[in-house]
């Protein structure tokens, strides 16, 4: 049964860079997108963005500039960079193994992609 | 952008039968997918595809489309399916999670 675990940064000051590290166990990233969510105290959730094994990138519009993914299959290990952290940034931090798939629904091509199997979450807070 | 809008609050009587539903654009070319969050818990995937359940989830959660309209059914609510509930799905952007719905089992 894959297991995922976010590391724990704790605190982070404002403008310093948020790093995170998803240690994926008892199975191999190949083959899969690798999904960062996040949700702030009492909200919903947001996805950050995702990677997939090869290292191809998809981000949030509204976070792209400030995010960075990166992977590491020899450690099976995926990493999230989000810069100039503000306290906004603040929230439970999830990793997500993700897939997506296709099929023809009368007619049409209906695609569909979901995150499988999520870490436990890492709270980050960003504060002085 | 995209979005997904879900009733932020939905009530239903133990045993009776409930829908949840969401609405978004992006849901006439993807499939919604639903999470369940319980408090302090992590999100867990309940209904993937046209309406497919991932192993350990019950057969009293049953997913479907029409249109721009994604619905997640709960036949039979259990005291346990109090619970928030996001739908998700892809966009041209990227990916979407509806602000959640509360059920509460009464």
């Known amino acids: 049964q894959v297991q995922l675990q976010e590391s724990d940064p704790g605190l982070v000051k404002p403008s310093e860079t948020l790093s995170l590290i998803c240690t994926v166990s008892d199975d191999s990233i190949s083959g899969y997108y690798w999904s960062w969510i996040r949700q702030p105290p009492g909200k919903g959730l947001e996805w950050i963005g995702h990677i997939y094994y090869s290292g191809s990138t998809n981000y949030n519009p509204s976070l792209k500039s400030r995010v960075t993914l990166s992977v590491d299959t020899s450690k099976n290990q995926v990493f999230l960079k989000l810069t100039s952290v503000t306290a906004a940034d603040t929230a439970v931090y999830y990793c997500a193994r993700s897939l997506q798939n296709s099929l023809l629904d009368k007619y049409q091509i209906m695609f569909y992609y979901y995150m499988d199997v999520w870490g436990t979450g890492t709270t980050v807070t960003v504060s002085s | 952008s995209s979005e997904l809008t879900q009733d932020p609050v939905v009530s239903v009587a133990l045993g009776q039968t409930v829908t949840i539903t969401c609405l978004g654009d992006?849901?006439?070319?993807?499939?919604a997918t639903w999470y369940q969050q319980r408090p302090g818990q992590a999100p867990v995937l309940v209904i993937f595809?046209?309406?497919n359940r991932p192993s350990g989830i019950p057969g009293r959660f049953s997913g479907s489309t029409s249109g721009n309209t994604a619905s997640l059914t709960i036949t039979g609510a259990q005291a346990e399916d109090e619970a928030d509930y996001y739908c998700?799905?892809?966009?041209?952007?990227?990916?979407?999670f509806g602000g959640g719905t509360k059920l509460t089992v009464l």
């Open positions: 595809g046209r309406n």
């Open positions: 992006s849901l006439r070319t993807y499939y």
């Open positions: 998700s799905s892809r966009d041209s952007s990227g990916n979407l």
